[in-house]
């Protein structure tokens, strides 16, 4: 375990609204550190947190107020502290922590200079849609008499109206030729990594600590990938897999039916829940799916032809909105691949193995029983929603404030909006068992293997 003085301690710095804070919670993974807001002046105060790897605090980052009257203050430093006393910045700096303006007009500044000169380098947050302007050069020259390294971290690179060209060439002016575009709402996947490269080079000391914390970030990522795939996988195996029987009279099909779109919405929303939980994301980022019964937002219900529209599959007649849309109806064979006949006889002659599950009572009335099953094209859609929901929360900062919409026009959906369903998928239809959604639901070596191969064909 590294000793505090190894910890790598950062100041997040910069003019006010720039996105400081939402850059402590996109580099943590946290949408709910300190307050976000569209107004200047939301952070008041110095707040920290930590970023880890392995359990092991590597780095410290300090959110601060932002800085707002540059120009006064590089004024009042020159009163306080003349050119030609010849101080250098750290000295200058400290001479204003002690003037009694430090408490009183510029009590903001003084926090975040007295943090910054706590720590081992700054992270200053730029907003490139703004124009450069004479307070934010005065405003890093005072941040850069702290004598520690600036990183310019430059956002809002996704937003219209920016002025990255300028940006850059003022901040090369002021001697600052390291920076990295990062914007916290929609970070490039590498964000991070670009960021602690190009940290490492401002301070070769902390370099292997960088190195390690940057390793950390991707292995995580991975992991996240991994497990996401692995958690749709699950939800897919217990949809082929599910049947249920049914008499068949159209009124016990029609609750049989209801019965099925219920237990798969809560299974589908199940599986959201556990995707939006492994990303550090919580139903706020995703409110579209809350409402997947009648309503307004039918377009999401997995049972509408609308929701399969959106999102590129092809509606067969079977599809049309009605009682039984997306269920579909077997001869009773318990998801056996035998032909029914042959099933029937078996079962009859006590030779069928499930026979004893199913009772003796219902095994006299086979022949009026009816199974119903998961359609095709509802498969395809928990697949192509649940990955495009996993593509959009990979894209996503933890700093991000408006709700996530679905895109479903990756390649690895396209497979899945048209082609074939996979083979683990149809072999999971004749396993009504590896449905968590039965009563009859059995763990077994083979469900594993099959979640397994089709996690890595989601991927
Ligand atoms: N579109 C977009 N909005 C952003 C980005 N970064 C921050 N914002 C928004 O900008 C506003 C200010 O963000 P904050 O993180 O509160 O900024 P701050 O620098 O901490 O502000 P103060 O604490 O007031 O100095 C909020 O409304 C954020 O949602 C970005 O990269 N893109
Ligand atoms: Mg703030």
């Not at 590089?74 to 000295?91: F, H, N």
């Not at 002016?173 to 991070?192: C, K, N, S, Y």
């Not at 992991?223 to 195996?237: F, K, N, S, V």
């Not at 002659?349 to 599950?357: C, E, V, Y």
């Amino acid at each position: 375990m590294p000793s505090p003085d190894q910890i790598l301690r950062l100041a997040v710095v910069g003019h006010t609204n720039t996105g400081k804070t939402s850059l402590l919670r996109t580099l943590t993974r946290d949408a709910s550190f300190g307050k976000v807001d569209d107004n200047p002046g939301t952070t008041r105060h110095v707040e920290g947190a930590r970023l880890l790897a392995d359990g092991v605090v590597l780095v410290e980052l300090y959110d601060t107020p932002g800085m707002e009257d540059g120009i006064a203050l590089l004024d009042y430093l020159d009163v306080l502290a003349p050119p030609s006393e010849r101080l250098d910045g750290p000295e200058r700096i400290r001479r204003f922590l002690q003037s009694p303006e430090s408490k009183r007009r510029y009590e903001q500044e003084a926090r975040v200079l007295q943090k910054l000169l706590d720590c081992d380098a700054g992270l200053y947050v730029v907003d490139v849609r703004d124009p450069v302007l004479g307070k934010h050069k005065d405003e890093l020259s005072i941040l850069a008499s702290c004598g520690h390294p600036l990183l310019p971290i430059l956002n809002f690179t996704s937003s219209p109206g920016q002025r990255l060209a300028a940006w850059r060439e003022a901040l090369s002016r002021l001697g600052l030729h390291a920076m990295v575009e990062f914007d916290t709402i929609a970070p490039a996947l590498d964000g991070e990594a670009q960021l602690y490269d190009k940290l490492a080079l401002l301070m070769d000391q902390h370099a292997p600590l960088l190195q390690t914390l940057k390793h950390d970030v991707a292995e995580q990522r991975a992991l996240r990938h991994d497990d996401a795939l692995r958690l749709i996988a699950e939800l897919l195996i217990d949809a082929a897999a599910w049947r249920m029987a049914s008499e068949s009279e159209q009124s016990a099909l029609d609750a049989a039916t209801t019965t099925l779109r219920r237990k798969l919405r809560a299974r589908e929303n199940a599986c959201i829940q556990a995707l939006l939980k492994r990303y550090n994301f919580s139903n706020r980022d995703f409110p579209a799916h809350e409402l997947p019964l009648e309503g307004e937002r039918w377009g999401m219900d997995l049972f509408h032809p609308q929701a399969l529209k959106d999102v590129g599959i092809h509606v067969g007649k079977g599809m049309a909105a009605g009682a039984m849309a997306g269920a579909t109806l077997d001869a009773f064979t318990a998801g056996l691949s035998l032909g029914t006949a042959t099933l029937l006889g078996a079962a009859a002659g006590g030779l069928w193995q499930g026979a004893d599950k199913l009772g003796k009572r219902m095994l006299g009335r086979l022949k009026g029983y009816q199974e119903i099953s998961v359609d095709d094209a509802v498969l395809r859609l928990l697949a192509v929603r649940q990955l495009a929901l996993v593509h959009a929360l990979e894209q996503r900062g933890h700093a991000a404030q408006t709700p996530i919409e679905l895109a479903s026009e990756d390649k690895t959906m396209q497979a899945w909006q048209r082609g074939s369903l996979p083979d683990e998928l149809q072999e999971a239809r004749s396993q009504p068992q590896w449905s968590t959604l039965s009563e009859d639901y059995q763990a077994s070596a083979r469900r594993n293997e099959i979640a397994q191969i089709l996690a890595a064909k989601l991927g």
